[in-house]
């Protein structure tokens, strides 16, 4: 399992742009399945195991622009997913990331207008057995949505580790309602006694993709005491009446703000803390019994392929600690070396450096699965904080690490340690599939380790023959480009830069 590991630098509108004026809301409207009506008819049939762990695999497609910029940098993927699970951690159920990230670089896909676009998109590249995801710039106006019969989009400017949209968008794609169902498209009048039905148009989000026929349900609303819950709303009973279907702020109570009346005239605020509802991302934090039940038994039951999975990976224990370069240490400019001692269980390390201490702003980033990256290049004369956050396909929340810092200057003068040590190492440049030869002199202790990295950081496999004092080696990929190779001689670290040419 492998995760990219370098990402470098209107009748009908009125359903496609639901949500579209509010930047920050669900574009999913109610969604009332074949399965869904089902399970609300006969609950107790439904088996939830709720003691058991549920892993669920999220197929993560990272969309950018045509020429490659745009795309969410990998800690903003991995602070998502751990937000994820941290609100799925009551209904104990986890997602993981499933095989590699799919970047997409596809400017249309990218800042799509409408829902059919994105499911054009989705029906392109989705994968089989796991919730697909979209990361965009702009999911048709919103701040994600879900397909039932293709994935959810979302909105990278929406997916902070304080935002809850992608629980609810995963909460929608487990088959769990807003608590306002049927008020989609229509607006509660404030003061005013609501009606007891509601009418609303899901055409785009059926089971399956409908384009000639318009799909019209009604809704019975829910009262105050909840005495219809059973077949109003949402139709799950601890979660309250709700009539709000824009984004709305709440009170200290952790109510809403507005105060709606029932068809009853019965009074009620409704309960900001569902993830579920239109609350804004700091008053909610929740998913009731009810809908926990509802989305274990659509996973064991309709959506049990997604539970196919035997093999997992612990959480991450320890915080990485940056090695070299560090205290202000100067070093030049280019191919900057840093290095940092490996984490049990860890499969990534993502590795953000920035002028600012705050890291307020990020001058680069990069992903490896190795102790070490090499930063191609930097401002001349700048002095830099670094820092490394550790991650496997299962775990996404631990710590970051410390920062360290190194100034950039220009050391080319000293930049040939190999040389100065009496290290020969030829051809520079090499040909692809080439020999490399490395000499020393006998009063040099003996190369305990030789390791070759690309210029993410990647350790590229390599074949030895080690003479003692005349070592060859061979980059065994099919391999273009500027290599680093470094020597461990004794106590020091020796590195140098090649250049490999195509045959």
């Known amino acids: 399992m492998r995760i990219l590991l370098t990402l470098f630098m ?51 497609h990272n969309v950018g622009r045509d020429d490659g910029s745009s795309l969410f940098p990998v800690r903003g993927i991995v602070d998502a997913m751990c937000t994820l699970n941290e609100d799925f951690e009551a209904a104990n159920i986890q997602f993981y990331i499933d095989g590699e990230i799919n970047v997409i670089l596809n400017s249309a896909y990218n800042n799509h207008a409408t829902v059919l676009e994105g499911a054009e998109m989705m029906f392109e590249n989705n ?35 304080d935002d809850h949209t992608f629980a609810h968008e995963v909460g929608h794609n487990l088959t769990v309602q807003h608590p306002h169902l049927g008020w989609d498209g229509n607006v509660y009048q404030v003061g005013q006694p609501a009606p007891t039905m509601t009418t609303y148009d899901y055409t785009y ?71 579920m509802s239109y609350a804004l991302d700091d008053c909610s934090s929740r998913f009731t019994p009810d809908q926990i039940a509802l989305m274990r038994a659509n996973l064991l039951d309709e959506k049990s392929h997604y539970l196919n999975r035997r ?62 990256l090499v930063v191609p290049e930097l401002q001349l004369g700048r002095r830099y904080f670094w820092r490394i956050k550790t991650f496997n396909s299962f775990s996404f929340c631990s710590e970051i690490s410390a920062n360290e810092s190194f100034v950039t200057a220009n050391l080319s003068s000293t930049h040939t340690q190999a040389e100065k040590l009496g290290l020969l190492i ?42 003692r004092d005349h070592i060859m080696i061979r980059i065994s990929e099919s391999y273009q480009g500027v290599v680093m190779l470094r020597l461990r001689i004794g106590e020091q670290l020796v590195y140098k830069k090649l250049t490999v040419i195509k045959s």
């Not at 109610?30 to 669920?56: C, G, H, M, Q």
């Not at 796991?130 to 959810?152: E, K």
């Open 127 to 161: 994968v089989d057995s796991a919730i697909n995801v979209y990361f965009v710039a702009n999911p048709a106006g919103n701040c994600g949505y879900n397909l039932p019969y293709a994935g959810i989009a979302m909105s990278r400017g929406c997916s902070g580790p």
């Open 205 to 275: 989000f059926k089971d399956t993709l409908i384009l000639d026929t318009l799909i019209i349900d009604t809704s019975i609303v829910e009262y105050a005491d909840g005495s219809n819950c059973e077949i109003a709303g949402d139709f799950l009973c601890d979660t309250h009446a709700d009539y709000l279907s824009t984004r709305w702020t709440c009170n200290g109570d952790l109510e809403s703000n507005t105060q709606q009346i029932d068809p009853n005239g019965e009074s009620f605020r409704s309960d900001a803390t569902l993830i």
């Open 311 to 372: 093999d997992t990976l612990p959480d991450l224990q320890d915080i990485a600690r940056p090695g070299a370069p560090s205290d202000d240490e100067e070093v030049h400019y280019e191919n900057i070396v840093l290095e940092w001692d490996a984490v049990q269980d860890a499969e990534y390390y993502s590795v953000e450096l920035s002028r600012l201490p705050t890291f307020g702003l990020i001058d680069y980033t990069g992903v490896t699965s190795d102790p070490m």
């Open 10 to 60: 209107a009748g009908f509108c009125g359903v496609l742009l639901h949500g579209q004026n509010e930047p920050h809301g669900c574009g999913t409207p109610p969604i009332k399945t074949k399965w869904f009506k089902k399970y609300v008819k006969n609950r107790e049939a439904y088996r939830t195991d709720s003691s058991t762990v549920l892993f669920v695999p999220i197929k993560i």
């Open 426 to 467: 030829y051809p520079n440049p090499s040909v692809e599939g080439q020999l490399i030869h490395i000499k020393k002199p006998q009063s040099l202790s003996n190369v305990a380790d030789i390791a070759v990295f690309d210029a993410q950081g990647r350790q590229l496999t390599t074949q030895l023959d080690d003479q």
